[in-house]
């Protein structure tokens, strides 16, 4: 890393002083010389703060960027989506980092460093109460920053009524040890339901919902020989994960084909991402299915894992229409391998999976009370996919869904 270097190296502290201004309201900060560090270069740069302007609104148009004066040759724009900060008695420190540029792998945090700027305390809050002002004008003009939304699932839910489109909404629960996570949900919908700007319309729902960028590059790539679009929200002890699956048509070939190409982030995490296939195993017979789990229950920490996914395919099996729809899942950089079965056409209800689910909840001890509580609010709901294998965590898991419902908007 270059050498680091203090605003007081650079300008001294009568004229440093003088270039601050008092508060003002509705202002942006637009002109501060600062040290940047970006690998083993340390370049000056004209960046927010020290002189202050007036706002005015900001145009809900807008694209354009910050004119930048770099004082060095070979200056660069670089974005962060991490600021650490460290503080001193004599100066405070934001090393800005890069998720993306981390990888995807679980261990590759620390982010690297693409800038460090280091100020005086009192400068720091100046910089605080103009960034208070700013994001006060952005929220005016783009609407509300709200994390606790963001992080709970409420915004997608909104963004998707905005679409106004026909779509089917599907209820679900994560079972692993000791943890029960019920605030997941799954949004379907027809590509062709969104028009001929498709591909525009989802890539804008997932900026607003903080995708990374190479997310949103790789949806944008993916998208056009789908037909269907799913959005997806799982609410976890680490946070918000938000998902959008492609679905694309279903092959005539009596072989495993890709069904689903997902996409995971949480927004408030940035290196939680993950890309996923959805592989379709077509024409499986009850034990060709047997087989197949088998094999991927072989890491699973439970031995009664394979049983419990037996006893499901045992019940729908009877009332079950044509061959079983098995898809085998997994994650780019991550150790989730997990099949999905969907059983929806056995027609079975949440009641009637009852005496599998309690035990089940007994083994990754679960409250049996409380979860009783819950399957029996839900016992008419109907019974639809059981996922199960290792997550992206490492967890031995089960996932049922169920209760998918047609929707105006």
Not at 14 to 31: D, H, K, Q, S, V
Not at 75 to 92: F, K
Request: hydrophobic fraction near 40%.
């Amino acid at each position: 890393m270059g050498r680091r270097i203090r605003i007081r190296d650079i300008m001294p502290d009568a004229e440093r002083c003088a270039w601050l201004p008092p508060a003002t309201p509705n202002c942006a900060i637009t002109g501060v010389l600062l040290p940047l560090v970006t690998g083993t270069t340390v370049c000056y740069v004209v960046f927010p703060p020290l002189r202050t302007t007036r706002c005015g609104s900001v145009a809900p148009d807008s694209k354009r960027r910050m004119k930048t004066n770099w004082i060095t040759s070979g200056g660069r724009s670089s974005h962060s989506d991490r600021v650490d900060i460290l503080a001193t008695q004599p100066e405070i420190a934001l090393d800005f980092r890069c998720t993306e540029a981390a990888g995807n792998a679980p261990d590759a945090d620390p982010a690297p460093i693409v800038a460090r700027i280091i100020v005086n305390p009192h400068m720091a809050k100046r910089l605080a109460g103009a960034l208070a002002d700013t994001i006060a004008e952005h929220e005016r003009a783009y609407g509300s920053i709200d994390e606790e939304a963001i992080a709970g699932g409420k915004l997608l839910l909104g963004l998707i009524r905005e679409l106004g489109v026909p779509h089917g909404f599907e209820y679900s629960f994560k079972m692993c040890d000791d943890l029960l996570m019920a605030n997941r949900y799954l949004v379907t919908m027809e590509k062709t339901s969104l028009g001929d700007n498709c591909q525009k319309r989802v890539i804008e729902l997932c900026a607003k919902l903080r995708a990374p960028q190479t997310l949103l590059e790789s949806i944008g790539h993916s998208i056009s020989a789908a037909r269907m679009v799913h959005f997806g929200f799982e609410a976890s002890e680490k946070g918000g994960m938000h998902k959008v699956y492609l679905e694309y048509p279903l092959s005539a070939l009596a072989r495993p084909t890709l069904l689903h190409a997902s996409f995971k982030w949480d927004p408030l995490h940035p290196e939680r991402r993950a890309l996923g296939s959805y592989v379709r195993h077509p024409l499986l017979t009850y034990e060709e299915v047997m087989e197949r789990l088998r094999e991927l229950f072989q890491g699973c920490r439970e031995p009664e894992a394979l049983e419990t996914a037996d006893q499901f395919l045992q019940l729908a099996m009877p009332r079950l229409e044509g061959s079983f729809h098995y898809l085998e899942v997994t994650e780019e950089g991550t150790p989730r391998k997990s099949f999905d079965v969907n059983l929806y056409s056995a027609s079975l209800t949440m009641g009637d999976i009852r005496p599998l689910l309690l035990p089940l909840a007994e083994r990754y001890r679960l409250s049996v009370e409380d979860f009783g509580a819950r399957l029996d609010a839900i016992a008419t709901r109907r019974f639809g996919h059981l996922t199960g294998g290792i997550d992206r965590e490492g967890r031995d898991f089960f996932t049922i869904h169920f209760g998918v419902e047609p929707r105006r908007q």
